[in-house]
C-alpha cells in the first residue's frame, strides 16, 4: 500500500503545484482550463503508478469534485487551502487502501526504490510550492496593511529557497544549519524592518510559518522513508 500512496501522492502535488501555472488556477472557472487541469491530474496518476487502472478514472474525478466544490466558496484563505487537501489526501489514501497493489502491477514495478524516490520529490515539491501558496494564504489578511516595495516575486522566491534550503539541511543531518538561516535572514532583514512594527511583524510571522512547513515537512519526510524500500544511496558519514 505505501508505494502505491506514495506513487498517488507524488502524482498529486506535481498536478497541483508543478504542472498548474498562476493563469490555470485563475481561469480554472472556465471549463477548458478546468478540464486540462483534470487531464494533468489522470495523466500523472498513470505515469507515475505505471499503469491505466480505471481506478485512477474515479480518482480523477474524485478531483474535480473537489475542485469543483471550492470554487463555489465565496473566497480562498488558509482554512479552504486546508480542507482542499485534506478532502484530495483523503482520495488518495482510500485508493491505496482498496487497491493496494497498484502500484505493483505498474510497469515500474521492477524498480524497488522508485516509491523512496517518488516520497521524496512529493514532499520536496509539497515544501518548496504547496508551502508557498499556504502561507501567502495565511499572510494574505495582512498584505493589504504593509508597504511591500520589493522585487516582483521576491518574496515568492525567498520562501522557497529557505524552505528548500530547510529541507535538504534536514535531510542531509545537519538540522543545526537552520540556526545559521534564521540569522542570516534576520541580518539582511534588520535594516527593511526595524523602523515599521507592521513590516516586522509581518516579516516575522512569515518566516515562522515558512521554517515550520518546511521543518515538519522534512521531518515526515523521514518518517516516510523509514517504512519504504531503500533508495540504495551509501551512507559517507565516518
Known amino acids: 500500500m505505501i508505494e502505491t500512496l506514495a506513487a498517488l501522492v507524488l502524482a498529486h502535488v506535481a498536478a497541483d503545484f508543478l504542472l498548474q501555472p498562476d493563469r490555470m488556477v485563475a481561469g480554472k472557472r472556465k471549463p477548458l482550463w478546468f478540464a486540462a487541469h483534470i487531464a494533468i491530474v489522470l495523466a500523472t496518476a498513470c505515469a507515475t503508478t505505471g499503469t491505466l487502472h480505471p ?68 514532499v520536496a515539491i509539497w515544501t518548496v510550492r504547496a508551502g508557498g501558496h499556504a502561507i501567502g494564504l495565511l499572510m494574505a489578511p495582512w498584505t493589504a496593511l504593509i508597504r511591500l516595495d520589493g522585487l516582483p516575486n521576491g518574496g515568492r522566491a525567498i520562501g522557497q529557497l529557505e524552505r528548500g534550503l530547510i529541507f535538504l539541511m534536514i535531510l542531509g ?7 545559521f538561516l534564521i540569522a542570516a535572514k534576520s541580518v539582511l532583514r534588520f535594516g527593511t524592518v ?3 512594527a507592521k513590516l516586522s511583524e509581518y516579516v516575522i510571522i512569515g518566516t515562522l510559518a515558512s521554517f515550520a512547513w518546511a521543518m515538519l515537512a522534512a521531518y515526515a519526510t523521514l518518517a516516510a522513508l523509514q517504512a519504504l524500500p531503500p533508495l540504495g544511496i551509501p551512507d559517507f558519514s565516518p
Open 55 to 122: 481506478a485512477l478514472l474515479a480518482l480523477a474525478f474524485a478531483h474535480a469534485v473537489i475542485d469543483a466544490g471550492k470554487l463555489v466558496l465565496p473566497r480562498q484563505n488558509a482554512a479552504s487551502f486546508a480542507l482542499d487537501q485534506v478532502a484530495h489526501g483523503a482520495t488518495l489514501i482510500a485508493t491505496a487502501t482498496f487497491l493496494p497493489g497498484l502500484f505493483a502491477s505498474g510497469l515500474w514495478s521492477a524498480q524497488p526504490a522508485l516509491p523512496a524516490l517518488f516520497a521524496l520529490a512529493a
Open 173 to 179: 543531518g545537519l538540522p543545526e544549519g537552520i540556526g
Open 194 to 196: 526595524r523602523e515599521e
